[in-house]
T-cell receptor, first 117, second 116 residues
């Protein structure tokens, strides 16, 4: 069964460093998403991406964040200068159909746990 | 604005007990979708169910059942004969059509602990 994969599973970095979290969405999916879950808290939407552009972003997704689809398979989230409060689980998701479609199920990856020291 | 409330922070039961996880939502949208996700200790998010706002029929899938009541804006989840493997955090989420977007809003989650 096709699935969304994410690497690495756990990333430890120093405050101020840049990190890139990688995701491989399901191959025939068109929409891609990043979510964040601070430990013990709810899952929060960061950004959605379609046709090589950001289609929506939340207020959390500020200038230190960027997303990219560098090739036909990967979808990356870059945090330019990490802060302690960026420590969280980051989930990638993808969906096949248009986001306004009734059957638009998002498939989540297993997450990358980011720890900023 | 959308809001999802899961008032139960943690529930502890003994195996084989039935347990209901509550979810109450707020939305101004007439078309919306409701979801439940399971997050086991390993951390991944596992999709359990999606319902749309026009379908109030209750759903049963094995030991899982969902009760959607539009009149009370609730979408409760019941696990019958709970098992230790059901121990996880369960998230309810709402996805509305505001502005043409269906980005989901998650509740804070209910941690379910099933003791043997």
């Amino acid at each position: 069964e096709p699935e969304v994969t994410q690497t690495p599973s756990h990333q430890v970095t120093q405050m101020g460093q840049e990190v890139i979290l990688r995701c491989v969405p399901i191959s025939n999916h068109l929409y891609f998403y990043w979510y964040r879950q601070i430990l013990g808290q709810k899952v929060e939407f960061l950004v959605s991406f379609y046709n090589n552009e950001i289609s929506e972003k939340s207020e959390i997704f500020d200038d230190q964040f960027s997303v990219e689809r560098p090739d036909g398979s990967n979808f990356t989230l870059k945090i330019r200068s990490t802060k302690l409060e960026d420590s969280a689980m980051y989930f990638c998701a993808s969906s096949e159909l248009l986001r306004t479609t009734i059957n638009n199920e998002q498939f989540f990856g297993p997450g990358t746990r980011l720890t900023v020291l | 604005a959308q809001k999802v409330t899961q008032a139960q922070t943690e529930i502890s039961v003994v195996e084989k007990e039935d347990v209901t996880l509550d979810c109450v939502y707020e939305t101004r949208d007439t078309t919306y979708y409701l979801f439940w996700y399971k997050q086991p200790p390993s951390g991944e998010l596992v999709f359990l169910i999606r319902r749309n706002s026009f379908d109030e029929q209750n759903e049963i899938s094995g030991r899982y059942s969902w009760n959607f009541q539009k009149s009370t804006s609730s979408f409760n989840f019941t696990i019958t004969a709970s098992q230790v493997v059901d121990s996880a955090v369960y998230f309810c989420a709402l996805s509305g059509s505001s502005g043409g977007s269906y980005i989901p809003t998650f509740g804070r989650g209910t941690s379910l602990i099933v003791h043997p």
